[in-house]
Antibody, heavy 116, light 112 residues
Framework: QVQLVQSGAEVKRPGASVKVSCKVSGYTLTELSMHWVRQAPGQGLECLGA????????FYAQKFQGRVTMTQDLSTDTAYMELSSLRSEDTAVYYC?????????WGQGTLVTVST | DVVMTQSPLSLPVTLGQSASISCRSG???????????LNWFHQRPGQSPRRLIYKVSKRDSGVPDRISGSGSGTDFTLKISRVEAEDVGFYYCMQGTHWPPAFGQGTKVEIK
């Protein structure tokens, strides 16, 4: 069965970038569509974007267009999400989750804190 | 973008009683492939969301049959029968039919 293990917590200054990793085990990354979802403190869930394994395309939510980049390292079965030009409102737990439309498996989450 | 609206946002329940959460979408969630991609997730504090229900009414492995999903088109319901202490937390509906995926605001279930 698929398991997702994410990288550890990060603290960043405003204006910096952060790159979060999500290592897949139990499957090869090429077989999996992958979403990235975030949750600000005390708030709900918000999708940043997704990689669709069926057509090899990456889709970004309009709100994050130009600031988010999703990539993959197939040699290590690791997916990455990089968010640039960080501001305080980007403080959140960032999750990777498999699936094209149904998100059955989630990583443990990575807390990104943006603070001076 | 599709807007998902849940109600109520807070739901105090008595142990052993039933609870229902409504989720409405701004447009039909029937995909061109014929499926309706409406999911329900449960999240406890400090934990990742756990999927309970997919395709409106299909239960994930390990989900007790006292938890059920129903609905069609734009109106959906999650029902928890005989509420237990382990059911507390937040519940989110999520549509995967249209890009981008969208979540409801969440419903907090707590024991009275």
């Amino acid at each position: 069965q698929v398991q997702l293990v994410q990288s550890g917590a990060e603290v960043k200054r405003p204006g910096a970038s952060v790159k979060v990793s999500c290592k897949v085990s139990g499957y090869t990354l090429t077989e999996l569509s992958m979403h990235w979802v975030r949750q600000a403190p005390g708030q709900g869930l918000e999708c940043l974007g997704a990689f669709d394994a069926d057509n090899g395309e990456t889709f970004y939510a309009q709100k994050f267009q130009g600031r988010v980049t999703m990539t993959q390292d197939l040699s290590t079965d690791t997916a990455y999400m990089e968010l640039s030009s960080l501001r305080s409102e980007d403080t959140a737990v960032y999750y990777c989750a498999t699936g094209q439309r149904e998100l059955p498996v989630w990583g443990q989450g990575t807390l990104v804190t943006v603070s001076t | 973008d599709v807007v998902m609206t849940q109600s109520p946002l807070s739901l105090p329940v008595t142990l052993g009683q039933s609870a229902s959460i409504s989720c409405r979408s701004g447009q039909s969630l029937v995909h061109s492939d014929g499926y309706t991609y409406l999911n329900w997730f449960h999240q406890r504090p400090g934990q990742s969301p756990r999927r309970l229900i997919y395709k409106v009414s299909k239960r994930d492995s390990g989900v007790p049959d006292r938890i059920s999903g129903s609905g069609s088109g734009t109106d959906f319901t999650l029902k928890i029968s005989r509420v237990e202490a382990e059911d507390v937390g937040f519940y989110y509906c999520m549509q995967g039919t249209h890009w981008p995926p969208a979540f409801g605001q969440g419903t907090k279930v707590e024991i009275k």
